[in-house]
């Protein structure tokens, strides 16, 4: 887990300062297990880009609140600014966790952005690995661990970038294959609009914005994004609203005056109410809590 450099770095038994691997364009850890993991973690945002391989065991957490469960091998990818919060692992788990900067994602994903399944990539942060490929992918993390290590090579960053670049065309480029044929239109138009409201929930709180920018009616939308996750889509807008108050409550010294002006709320007051409404408690208390 990667956090603002606000915030507790406990949850996790890492083998230098986060600060350091921040300072980073990538950093990788090759022996990641169970016992390296909190057994529960309030949610917190990434400042950094995270990859982590599933080799073997369970994994369960919540990203954007929507809760991922898989079983290795397989990869959940989740960008900068993005929240994660772990809910369970396996006993037997263990995995591969790479960081990665802003600039070093934006230069691999440059040489991949003609490729047809880009949306998948984007919008989707798991996929499964079909057992057939399995050894490459551990082939790969194995190698990136190598050529990072290598402090007296002035071109490690070329070499990382080129290698996943290279590896993504001749074998996970079918992971997302896969991914693309088993998505309807019902579930693009709910993954659409999720994003869309993770990227505008501080300022458009109604559903109309949301159905205006996806071409079709609040009604259908509403329907549409109940049935693919069992929330409504007024109910996503709220829940990410009180994340983010969460995440700012838990992870920042900004007052609950500052956090009620980010999240564009009229008064202190007003954000108070909303916020014990759907916790159950102050915005004081829950950071006390």
Same mark, same amino acid.
């Given at each position: 887990m990667?956090?603002?450099s606000?915030?507790?770095? =406990? &949850?996790?038994?890492?083998?230098?300062?986060?600060?350091?691997?921040?300072?980073?364009? @990538?950093?990788?850890?090759?022996?990641?297990? #169970?016992?390296?993991?909190?057994?529960?973690?309030?949610?917190?945002?990434?400042?950094?880009?995270?990859s982590?391989?599933?080799?073997?065991?369970?994994?369960?957490?919540?990203?954007?609140?929507?809760?991922?469960?898989?079983? =290795?091998?397989?990869?959940?990818?989740?960008k900068? =600014?993005?929240?994660?919060?772990?809910?369970?692992?396996?006993?037997?788990?263990?995995?591969?966790?790479?960081?990665?900067?802003?600039? @070093?994602?934006?230069?691999?994903?440059?040489?991949?952005?003609?490729?047809?399944?880009?949306?998948?990539? #984007?919008?989707?942060?798991?996929?499964?690995?079909?057992e057939?490929?399995?050894?490459?992918?551990d082939?790969?993390y194995?190698?990136?661990?190598?050529?990072?290590a290598?402090?007296?090579?002035?071109?490690v960053?070329?070499?990382?970038?080129?290698?996943?670049?290279?590896?993504?065309f001749? &074998?996970a480029?079918?992971?997302?294959d896969?991914?693309?044929e088993?998505?309807?239109?019902?579930?693009?138009?709910?993954?659409?609009?999720?994003?869309?409201?993770?990227?505008?929930?501080?300022?458009?709180?109604?559903?109309?914005? &949301?159905?205006?920018?996806?071409g079709?009616?609040?009604?259908?939308?509403?329907?549409?994004?109940?049935?693919?996750?069992?929330?409504?889509?007024?109910?996503?807008i709220?829940?990410?609203?009180?994340?983010?108050?969460?995440?700012?409550l838990k992870s920042?010294?900004?007052?609950?005056?500052?956090i009620?002006?980010?999240?564009?709320?009229?008064?202190?007051?007003f954000?108070?109410?909303?916020?014990?409404?759907?916790?159950?408690?102050?915005?004081?208390? &829950?950071?006390?809590?």
């Amino acid at each position: 887990m990667i956090y603002d450099s606000k915030m507790d770095y =406990g &949850y996790m038994a890492l083998p230098m300062n986060v600060d350091e691997i921040l300072g980073r364009d @990538f950093w990788i850890f090759d022996n990641f297990t #169970a016992a390296m993991m909190p057994n529960a973690m309030e949610p917190a945002k990434l400042t950094a880009s995270v990859s982590i391989y599933v080799r073997r065991g369970f994994f369960k957490a919540a990203i954007n609140l929507q809760v991922i469960e898989m079983s =290795g091998p397989a990869v959940v990818s989740i960008k900068c =600014g993005e929240t994660l919060q772990l809910i369970e692992v396996s006993s037997d788990f263990s995995a591969s966790f790479v960081v990665m900067s802003k600039n @070093f994602v934006e230069d691999v994903f440059l040489h991949i952005n003609d490729v047809q399944n880009l949306t998948a990539i #984007a919008s989707h942060p798991v996929f499964r690995i079909p057992e057939d490929i399995a050894p490459k992918f551990d082939n790969l993390y194995d190698s990136l661990h190598l050529i990072a290590a290598d402090a007296k090579n002035p071109n490690v960053l070329k070499v990382l970038r080129h290698s996943i670049i290279a590896f993504y065309f001749r &074998y996970a480029y079918r992971c997302f294959d896969l991914i693309e044929e088993g998505t309807d239109s019902a579930k693009r138009l709910s993954d659409r609009f999720i994003k869309l409201v993770r990227d505008n929930f501080k300022t458009q709180r109604f559903l109309e914005f &949301y159905a205006a920018q996806l071409g079709v009616t609040p009604k259908h939308l509403s329907r549409t994004v109940k049935s693919q996750t069992g929330f409504s889509a007024a109910s996503w807008i709220e829940r990410f609203m009180i994340l983010e108050a969460k995440v700012l409550l838990k992870s920042t010294n900004l007052t609950v005056q500052q956090i009620s002006d980010n999240l564009n709320f009229p008064t202190q007051s007003f954000f108070g109410k909303y916020f014990k409404k759907n916790v159950g408690m102050s915005p004081k208390a &829950y950071r006390n809590s």
